[in-house]
Structures are given as C-alpha cells and as structure tokens.
C-alpha cells in the first residue's frame, strides 16, 4: 500500500504508542483520585501538559484537552458565544474552513448570532480587505483557518490578529492541518484559541488541543466534574493525552528534517504530474501552501474514478469530487476558490507525510498517467486532445 | 470510500464493454450535466428495428460508467420497443445491486438509452 492521504489522519508512530501501552494496561488509575497510584496518571497528563505547552509557546494551564479538533473548534465558537448570552454578536469566519468551524458557526445563526463568511481568491487566500469591512462594534469573533485541509494554502492568521487585536475581538485559527507542519508559537501569533488535533501529527485519534489564552471568557461545552480547570469535564483520556504529548513532543524535534524531506518528495510528486499529462490544473497557493500537500485538477475526468483505479493499485488520495464527499456538490473550498464544478468533481488530493519513500512517488507517477488516459479515453469531453 | 460497490461494478468500472463512439451512429442520446458531474452518451446502430450495436462516453464515477457499460449490452441485440422496456431496475439488478447514493446513475443510463432512440425515430422520419 502507498499512503498518501495524511491530511486525512496519519498512522500512529510507534514512540507514541509504546508512550501510551502503560496507560491503557497497568497504569488505569482515574487521575482525580487521590491515592499514590492515581497520582501516576495525573503526573503523566501534567507532563503531556506541558510537552503541548511547549510545542505552542504556551503556558500549561492555557492547555485544554479534548476530543480532538471538532470538539476544540466547537467550543471555541460556541463557548464565545454562549457567553455573551443574552447578548449576541457577530462571528465572522472564512467560506473554506473545515465543516467543524463551518457547520459550528453556522449553528450559531439558530440562536440569534449573526455569521458572516469571508470570500477567498483564486488560491485560497481570504480576503484581508473584506475583512476589514465586516469587523464591526458587534464582532465577538473570527474564526480563520492557520491552513487548509484540501488545498494545503496557509492564511494570513497574523495579520488577522492585528486587525482585530485593538478591538477586543477574539481569534480562533483551526490549527489541525498546520499543527506539526508548520512552527506555531502562540505567544508570536497572538491568537486568542487554537485547535489541534493528535492523529494529524501520527499521534492516537480521539484526542486534541484547546489553546485558550489567560483571561478569554467562554462557556464550556460540556459540563460535569472539574477537569481541565472547570473548562471541560469528563475523566481525562489518559492514553491518548500521553499519546498527543508524545506525538508533539517528536514533532517539535523532527519538523525540520521532515520538512525538507516531504517537500522534496512532493515537488518530485507534483512536478511529475504536470509533466507527464496534459491539462492539468494546480490547485492552492503556488508558494504559501503546505509543504506535504498536493491538490490538482484533471481535466475531463471525475475525481471517483481516478480514486478507485488508483486503489485497485493500493494507492490511497483523496477527492473533492461529489462522488466522494457523499452529497451532490464537489468541495466547497474548491468552489469558493472560482473552481468550476465540472473541474472540481475531477480534484485529487494527494497528501504526504514521513513515512513516504522516493519509491512510493516513483510508483504512483508510473500508474498515475496510464489511469488518467484510460479514463480519458471513456470521456465525451476529451476527444483525444 | 465510504461506497461499497459490488465486484460486478467494479469489474465493469475497470473493463468497460462497448466503451467509445460510433462514427456513424443512427441515434445519440446525451444525457447528464457536467456540474452535476455525470454526463452520458449513447452511440445506437440499428437495422430493421434492432439495435445492433451500442456504445457509451462517460464521464462520471464508478457508478456512471459501469451502469452505462452494462445498458449498452443489455439493450445490444433487442428491439426498439424491448430497449425502451429496459428500466433502471433492470441495470442495478445486473449490476447486483447500487449504493442508494448512487441509483440516479442508472436513471440516467436509462434517460441516454431513451434519448438515444428519440434521437434515431426523429432522424428515421425525415
């Protein structure tokens, strides 16, 4: 098998999981009881605490762990907002965020919030200046993403931060696909909350980051014991959260040399595709992209198809294509970018991560064009150009 | 994916039959919407009331060109009025069975065998 689809999830690394096993075998204390062994498992989410702490340039107690990244965007959105309760506000957000923040802020409107939604260019890069105009006396928050999930472009959170900073308005930046890739230091960046998630940065799934700075106000999502300093109850997920320290404990060691490597791979990937077929169109910020991420669109062709050839080949990718996405519309960040639907049913995301070889890149730009021809050739629209 | 086709659709989707155009077709039945991200075209031959040949384009997923692969071979060989028999309940049960996501595939290989045919009696009369 040839993974590459890690902007989906990423196997779980190995260090990580020997991290965990003592946790999920003898070490099953529940950390809010007060015996000396109890106190073991507390003491191993104090030091993932702080291992996620460092990895953001924050302070421990500004940590919150959760679910994973849906969890931390929800309560991010939603917490602002409740606690303005009775009083609304306006959120603002962009038209390419992950459904976590879309679909969060969207349930806003239900409630008397007014949500606003920020055009983005051809690349994928919102627009700074609209932004500009909607901040208003009754924005509470904008919620942006640091990078985007399908087309790897990186969004200009620091400058969003700047315009909002004088005004007492909360930032949120969706930081999962961002987290691992990219250095992220919190303190630089300035943003108010942050999400992250463990099993984008080969850590386990089911667990996440909230970065919420000192003095923020939000209601927690859910409500129970006092875990997590009264922001979000329920017994701690021990392994996991050991799991997710450990996992940023390596990023933030190995960011670098995975860099270059990855990159190398993807260009060799991306620049071996627009030489050997034709009518190929790049899709996300030609320089302000993430280093591991590869979105074209193949002309004439639909993106389900292409996905099902090169699975009979043991290759895994993705697509922005109706067909994939299980509804009748291609993706919306796509489409937001000017897209036409017809190109975007024929997206393809190809997304890579450390456990890539220059042989795995070398296997797919063989069978990759032979598919693409095939299914070309079945295509009223190709015509043999 | 999410889709779990059946080993017929698959073996369709990657051995197509009667995939192309006929030059000299008497009848072609364009189906679908590009935006939609299916689009057929269906190529008929046919001599004393038969369809004696059938052929298909598509572009679209797995399901659109399995379904359009087997209609060309079920309606190959039949009367004008045993194509127009031929529904989309007919395509799904040769193909054992289609995701729920998927039956407007074989609704529209149905349309495009049905156009097809349109297309060749409006041609005939003239």
């Not at chain 1, 409740?82 to 976590?100: D, N, V």
């Not at chain 1, 904008?142 to 007492?168: F, Q």
């Not at chain 1, 003095?215 to 979000?232: D, I, S, T, W």
């Not at chain 1, 302000?288 to 993106?303: A, Q, S």
Request: glycine residues 8%.
């Amino acid at each position: 098998m040839i993974y590459l689809d890690y902007n989906a999830t990423t196997p779980l690394d190995k260090e990580v999981l020997e991290a965990m096993l003592p946790y999920l075998e003898d070490v099953y204390g529940n950390p809010s009881s007060t015996y000396a062994f109890a106190r073991k498992s507390r003491k191993a989410i104090d030091e993932a605490r702080q291992k996620a702490a460092s990895f953001l340039g924050a302070e421990p107690d500004e940590i919150i762990f959760t679910s994973g990244g849906t969890e931390s965007d929800n309560t991010a959105i939603k917490g602002v907002s409740f606690a303005r309760l009775p009083k609304k506000g306006s959120i603002i957000t962009s038209s390419i965020e992950h459904h976590a923040v879309l679909n969060s802020v969207k349930s806003l409107e239900k409630f008397g919030f007014e949500c606003k939604y920020l055009n983005v260019d051809e690349f994928g890069l919102i627009d700074l200046g609209r932004l500009k105009d909607y901040l208003g006396p009754d924005t509470i928050l904008v919620s942006v993403m640091y990078a985007n999930n399908e087309v790897g472009t990186i969004e200009p959170v620091k400058d969003i931060v700047r315009l909002c900073r004088d005004k007492g308005i909360y930032v949120h930046t969706d930081a999962a696909q961002a987290a691992g890739k990219i250095k992220i230091d919190v303190k630089e960046l300035d943003v108010d909350f942050l999400s992250l998630s463990a099993h984008k940065l080969y850590g386990p799934k089911g667990v996440g980051v909230l970065y919420a700075k000192r003095g923020v106000k939000f209601e927690p999502l859910l409500h129970g014991g006092r875990h997590e300093k009264n922001r979000r109850a329920s017994t701690e997920n021990v392994a996991g959260i050991v799991g997710l320290g450990k996992a940023l404990e390596i990023a933030r060691s190995r960011m670098d040399d995975e860099e270059r490597n990855i990159r190398i791979l993807r260009d060799k990937l991306q620049n071996g595709i627009l030489e050997r077929i034709p009518e190929v169109k790049l899709n996300g910020h030609p320089d302000k992209r993430l280093y591991n991420t590869l979105n074209v669109c193949i002309k004439y062709i639909e993106g389900e198809g292409m996905l099902t050839h090169l699975d009979f080949e043991g290759v895994c990718a993705s697509s922005g294509s109706a067909c994939t996405s299980g509804s009748l519309e291609p993706s919306h960040v796509l489409l937001a970018m000017g897209i036409p639907h017809e190109l975007a049913h024929g997206s393809l995301r190809f997304s890579l991560g450390k456990y890539n070889t220059e042989s795995e890149i070398d296997r797919v730009l063989e069978i990759f064009p032979p598919i693409v021809e095939k299914l070309r050739s079945m295509s009223p629209f190709w015509n043999g150009k | 994916m999410d889709l779990e086709y059946t080993n017929k659709v698959l073996e369709y989707f990657k051995n197509p039959r009667n995939m192309g155009k006929i030059d000299d077709a008497d009848g072609i039945g364009k189906v679908g919407n590009p935006v939609c991200g299916d689009v057929m075209w269906i190529y008929i031959k046919v001599k004393n009331n038969k369809i004696i040949d059938c052929k298909f384009q598509t572009f679209g997923c797995v399901a659109a060109v399995a379904t359009s692969s087997i209609m060309t071979e079920i309606v190959k060989g039949k009367t004008i009025d045993g194509a127009l028999n031929i529904s989309n309940k007919n395509v799904v049960k040769e193909l054992g069975g289609l995701p729920d996501i998927k039956m407007h595939c074989s609704l529209l290989a149905e349309e495009g065998i049905k156009k097809a045919i349109e297309d060749y009696r409006s041609k005939s009369k003239t």
